[in-house]
């Protein structure tokens, strides 16, 4: 048992310092790369080198998110194949350890980065959003205005808007759409010279306006109105502010209700489906990365650090490129009936399987 104890605090120790480097030194170099490739479009937008700075700085946490599972493998890989390569494998099991328990504290410790991946995957939404708009990307918070654009609301409504200014609460020319999408239920259109934010009832107050209903069964009728609530207009001038966020730019609770949603208001939704699940599938793949690597680092136990790291890239290289083929095939619905989601976990299972194709090949 102290044995067991002494190699499995060696082998977790060596984990833990390959990974705090590779999930340091990988995302820093994805930033580098990134800034470099759009620095001509920066510069063109006016931006300083201060700028580009935080720039930078605000990329990191989206792309330790992504690399997290590449750093998991590059720990996992570089802690078994120097072992393998000194013999201290070999050594271990003569003492009666098996090869299983051995890498059962890498195990955990890519369930424990699995956890982190996920948490800055969380965290990382703020930033993105500040470094678009640092980018000129988006429309930066610090607006107070909007011209002309249209808001995807709950319960199936869309408003479109001519002139929002969230200073006064007021807008201008403002049209309220609702399409019936069961049987009696009549199409709806609501328009209005002008509107004023209420902030004694929640509501928006409809001025000087028309409303048409429109039905298959029934004549269609206009109604007219100098002021008129709407129960369901109820959205904060702040929120009509925002310009609709990108899958990058929400947290999953955000982008499940940006879905439910779009949902229902009769929207495509399955690329968006995709993305949600890749938010999940993503720190999963810390630990089916982890199984699949170290197995794989045996496979060569002779081969020099140059094997593991092409190795550790070749696989990283083909994941992103399955996550991005996922996306694909589930925005094309080509896995219909099943959940558009259902593509974001196609790479996890191969990678699972031939891990586990790998881990029975060994000796232990």
């Given at each position: 048992?102290?044995?067991?104890?002494?190699?499995?605090r060696?082998v977790l120790?060596?984990?833990?310092?390959?990974?705090l480097l590779?999930?340091i030194?990988?995302?820093?170099?994805?930033v580098l790369i990134?800034?470099?490739?759009?620095l001509?479009?920066l510069?063109?937008?006016?931006?300083?080198a201060?700028?580009?700075?935080?720039v930078?700085?605000?990329?990191?946490?989206g792309?330790?998110?992504?690399?997290?599972?590449?750093?998991?493998?590059?720990?996992?890989?570089?802690?078994i194949?120097?072992?393998?390569?000194n013999?201290?494998l070999?050594a271990a099991?003569?003492g009666?350890?098996?090869?299983?328990?051995?890498i059962?504290p890498?195990?955990?410790a890519a369930?424990?980065?699995a956890?982190l991946c996920?948490?800055?995957?969380?965290?990382?939404p703020q930033a993105t959003a500040r470094?678009?708009?640092l980018?000129?990307?988006?429309?930066?918070?610090?607006?107070?205005?909007?011209?002309?654009?249209?808001?995807?609301?709950d319960?199936?409504?869309t408003?479109?808007?001519r002139?929002l200014?969230t200073r006064i609460?007021?807008?201008r020319q403002?049209?309220?759409e609702?399409?019936?999408?069961r049987?009696?239920y009549?199409?709806l259109?609501i328009?209005?010279?002008?509107?004023?934010?209420n902030?004694?009832t929640?509501?928006?107050?409809?001025?000087?306006g028309?409303?048409?209903?429109?039905?298959d069964?029934t004549t269609?009728?206009?109604l007219r109105f100098?002021?008129?609530d709407?129960k369901s207009?109820d959205e904060k001038p702040?929120?009509?502010l925002?310009?609709?966020?990108?899958?990058e730019e929400m947290?999953?609770g955000e982008?499940?209700?940006?879905?439910?949603t779009?949902?229902r208001?009769?929207?495509?939704?399955?690329?968006?489906?995709?993305?949600l699940?890749?938010?999940?599938a993503?720190p999963v793949?810390?630990l089916?990365?982890?199984?699949?690597?170290?197995?794989?680092?045996?496979?060569n136990p002779?081969?020099g650090?140059a094997w593991?790291?092409a190795?550790s890239?070749g696989?990283t290289?083909?994941?992103?490129l399955l996550?991005?083929?996922?996306?694909?095939v589930?925005a094309?619905g080509m896995l219909d009936?099943?959940?558009?989601g259902?593509?974001?976990?196609i790479?996890?299972?191969?990678?699972l399987?031939?891990g586990?194709i790998l881990?029975?090949r060994v000796r232990t």
């Amino acid at each position: 048992m102290p044995l067991i104890r002494t190699l499995s605090r060696y082998v977790l120790g060596t984990w833990i310092r390959i990974f705090l480097l590779a999930g340091i030194g990988l995302p820093l170099v994805s930033v580098l790369i990134y800034v470099i490739d759009r620095l001509p479009r920066l510069l063109d937008r006016g931006l300083g080198a201060s700028a580009i700075a935080q720039v930078a700085l605000l990329a990191i946490p989206g792309n330790t998110a992504t690399m997290i599972p590449a750093a998991a493998l590059f720990a996992t890989v570089f802690t078994i194949a120097p072992l393998a390569r000194n013999s201290e494998l070999t050594a271990a099991k003569a003492g009666g350890i098996s090869f299983y328990r051995m890498i059962l504290p890498l195990v955990v410790a890519a369930a424990g980065s699995a956890g982190l991946c996920y948490w800055v995957g969380e965290v990382a939404p703020q930033a993105t959003a500040r470094q678009l708009e640092l980018e000129k990307e988006r429309v930066s918070r610090s607006q107070t205005t909007r011209a002309d654009f249209t808001f995807i609301a709950d319960e199936g409504w869309t408003y479109s808007i001519r002139f929002l200014d969230t200073r006064i609460g007021t807008m201008r020319q403002v049209l309220l759409e609702h399409a019936g999408r069961r049987k009696g239920y009549p199409n709806l259109s609501i328009t209005a010279d002008s509107a004023n934010w209420n902030n004694a009832t929640g509501l928006w107050r409809l001025k000087n306006g028309s409303v048409f209903v429109m039905s298959d069964s029934t004549t269609p009728t206009t109604l007219r109105f100098a002021e008129l609530d709407v129960k369901s207009f109820d959205e904060k001038p702040v929120s009509l502010l925002n310009e609709p966020k990108r899958p990058e730019e929400m947290t999953y609770g955000e982008l499940n209700t940006f879905i439910e949603t779009l949902a229902r208001s009769g929207s495509d939704i399955k690329k968006l489906e995709v993305d949600l699940a890749i938010k999940l599938a993503l720190p999963v793949a810390c630990l089916v990365i982890a199984l699949f690597g170290a197995p794989l680092a045996m496979t060569n136990p002779r081969a020099g650090a140059a094997w593991g790291i092409a190795t550790s890239l070749g696989t990283t290289v083909v994941y992103l490129l399955l996550i991005n083929l996922s996306k694909a095939v589930g925005a094309a619905g080509m896995l219909d009936p099943a959940p558009p989601g259902l593509a974001a976990w196609i790479p996890n299972g191969i990678f699972l399987l031939v891990g586990l194709i790998l881990l029975a090949r060994v000796r232990t």
